[in-house]
Structures are given as structure tokens and as C-alpha cells.
């Protein structure tokens, strides 16, 4: 059974860095690309960055680019999403998703 | 790509069948899924392809469509189908669209 376990969310402070875990299992992690997306509270989903199934190419949202870092750990099955100079519109639960999967996600408040 | 869904709100009686519409600014081929989210929960997968239910949906669930014109159809609404359907293009491996959402509620 594919799981996808997020972590890492919290309360951050303006400007301030978190760092986003998503442990994967049920599959074959580095055969996939991964996904972040996101949803501000009330609002729609937006997609905010890949990750090949390798690691070596990258794509991210224009909302969060020079902002955002995403990678990978295929050794340890897990997926990364490195956050700096957070914003109040950055406030979301952030999911992880596989092509057709999704965890349950993690939520990030950004708020003094 | 720009994923726009319509309506933004469906209001339909139970038993009743509710078509849901999206579109594409330019063709995605059939690299269309459709998700179900209600609130306080992840978004679960419904369509994939345009047209194949995923594992467990129901049969009253139905996907149609390719290229920039994308329907989803829900035969007889259940009291369990009122919920936030959101349509998701996936034609570049790197970047995903959503469009805005469907809600449909109760009327």
C-alpha cells in the first residue's frame, strides 16, 4: 500500500526557515518524480514544486522560486522541501503526492 | 496551462446526476484527473486519464473528455458525494494545474 507521511509543519515567525519531511513507503520511491502542493486555509490547491525521480532536475511555482529548495533522499525514501524568508501567504497545509497519491499533509502558519 | 472549472457551485438534490465542467487553455491530451476533497481531509482520487475510475470509486462516477474539454459526471448523488471536486492537468511530469473547484451542495 502506497503511504506518503508528512512532517514538519509548525508555527514559524515571518522570514523565518522550516523544513518539510515526507517519508515514503509501498513503493518504489526512486522510480517516481514527487510533488509538493499546497492549500491556503479556505482556499483551492496549488501545485509549488517537483522533483524527478532522480533528483536532478527541478521545478518550482513562481510564488515560491529562490524561496523554496526541493530534494531527495532515495536512500532513505523520503522527500524534502526546505522553506526560507517565509511569508504570511505561505500559510497552507502542504501535501506530498506521488503521481495519483497524496499524504495527508502538514500544516505551516506563518505568523508573528 | 490554466485549468478553469465550471460551475464554481452545483446545487443538487440527492438521486439527482450533476456534471461538472473543465477546461484547458491548450490541450493536455488526456493527462486529466479528478479529486474529491471535503473538508478537513486530503483530496482523494477519483479520475485518472481522463477516464479511469481509480481503485474502489463507484460507478456512478464518470470521466470523459481530452485535449482541452473535460466533463465528470455524477449519476445519482449520494449524501456522501457532496464535496469540493477539483480537476488536476499532469501533461509535463514537473508541473501540475489545478482549477479552481466545483462545490456541490445539497439543494
Known amino acids: 500500500e502506497v503511504q506518503l507521511l508528512e512532517s514538519g509543519g509548525g508555527l514559524v515567525q515571518p522570514g523565518g526557515s522550516l523544513r518539510l519531511s515526507c517519508a515514503a513507503s509501498?513503493?518504489?520511491?526512486?522510480?517516481?518524480?514527487m510533488t509538493w502542493v499546497r492549500q491556503a486555509p479556505g482556499k483551492g490547491l496549488e501545485w509549488v514544486s517537483s522533483?524527478?525521480?532522480?533528483?536532478?532536475?527541478?521545478d518550482y511555482a513562481d510564488s515560491v522560486k529562490g524561496r523554496f529548495t526541493i530534494s531527495r533522499d532515495n536512500s532513505k525514501n523520503t522527500l524534502y522541501l526546505q522553506m526560507n524568508s517565509l511569508r504570511a501567504d505561505d500559510t497552507a497545509v502542504y501535501y506530498c503526492?506521488?503521481?495519483?497519491?497524496w499524504g495527508q499533509g502538514t500544516l505551516v502558519t506563518v505568523s508573528s | 496551462i490554466v485549468m478553469t472549472q465550471s460551475p464554481a457551485t452545483l446545487s443538487v438534490s440527492p438521486g439527482e446526476r450533476a456534471t461538472l465542467s473543465c477546461g484547458a487553455s491548450q490541450s493536455v491530451s488526456s493527462n486529466l484527473a479528478w479529486y474529491q476533497q471535503k473538508p478537513g481531509q486530503a483530496p482523494r482520487l477519483l479520475i485518472y486519464?481522463?477516464?479511469t475510475r481509480a481503485t474502489g470509486i463507484p460507478d456512478r462516477f464518470s470521466g470523459s473528455g481530452s485535449g482541452t474539454e473535460f466533463t465528470l459526471t455524477i449519476s445519482s448523488l449520494q449524501s456522501e458525494d457532496f464535496a469540493v471536486y477539483y480537476c488536476q492537468q499532469y501533461n509535463n511530469w514537473a508541473t501540475w494545474t489545478f482549477g479552481q473547484g466545483t462545490k456541490v451542495e445539497i439543494k
Open positions: 486519464g481522463a477516464s
Open positions: 509501498g513503493f518504489t520511491f526512486n522510480n517516481y518524480a
Open positions: 503526492a506521488r503521481q495519483y497519491y
Open positions: 522533483v524527478s525521480s532522480s533528483g536532478a532536475s527541478t
